[in-house]
């Protein structure tokens, strides 16, 4: 996503939810054409291949994935494309959603947003959270993990992918984001499989992908 396209207020590190949720749902109509044809953005496309590295050894058509702030779909349809089929989203725009809606890549759709807050969803449900692009400023925060944590099942796996300079620009991801994910793992809840910065998330933006078992 990129600040110089859309409208700053999206990237305003003081929007409530609420606000931001409004400002997608402005956004939506041109948020596919922008996102992939405009600035050709990789990071959905990267974090699919990232999963299905994960569950490798795993039936596709059968493991369970949780697309976390999904948008429009676009991880999902890079999903489908090699072969996963049972996918349910979460987001906190409704019209982001109405219009993933149209794509039918998900069996279920939640308008929630994602934070300490319990979403709608039972303890180890999922094989994988997918969670790509939400990472910005004013988006999500750290405090959302423990509950990616809780809705995966044991031996599960979350995998995040976002634009990697945000974590030293961001002030809410700088010297806390990552120390966040490391306490967790010391507290016994998930392990890092693998922390990898690519080249071209879009333009000459690096991404970040973190893969996590859960524990």
């Known amino acids: ?49 990232a999963t299905v590295k994960a569950l490798d050894g795993l039936s596709r058509d059968q493991v369970r994935i949780f697309d ?23 987001d906190g725009s409704q019209e982001m959603l109405n219009l993933a809606e149209r794509k039918q890549i998900y069996q279920r759709i939640i308008c929630d947003f994602v934070g300490i807050n319990r979403l709608d969803v039972e303890n180890d449900t999922y094989d994988a959270v997918v969670c790509c692009g939400a990472f910005a400023p004013g988006h999500l925060k750290e405090d959302c993990l423990p509950e990616l944590i809780r809705v ?13 300079e945000y974590l030293y620009i961001v002030e809410n991801y700088k010297d806390k984001l990552e120390p966040a994910m490391a306490r967790l793992e010391d507290s016994g809840l998930w392990e890092r499989v693998r922390r990898e910065v690519f080249p071209e998330y879009y333009a000459d933006k690096n991404g970040i992908t973190y893969v996590y078992k859960v524990l």
């Open 1 to 49: 996503m990129s600040e110089e396209k859309t409208t700053p207020e999206i990237f305003d590190p003081n929007s409530t939810n609420e606000m931001t949720a409004k400002y997608y749902d402005n956004w939506s109509a041109g948020y596919d054409e922008e996102i992939i044809t405009e600035l050709q953005c990789s990071g959905p496309r990267v974090c699919a291949e």
């Open 68 to 90: 976390v702030c999904a948008g429009t779909g676009l991880c999902a349809e890079e999903l489908l494309k090699l072969g996963f089929t049972h996918i349910d989203a979460v």
């Open 152 to 164: 995966v099942k044991p031996g599960g796996f979350i995998i995040i992918t976002f634009r990697e």
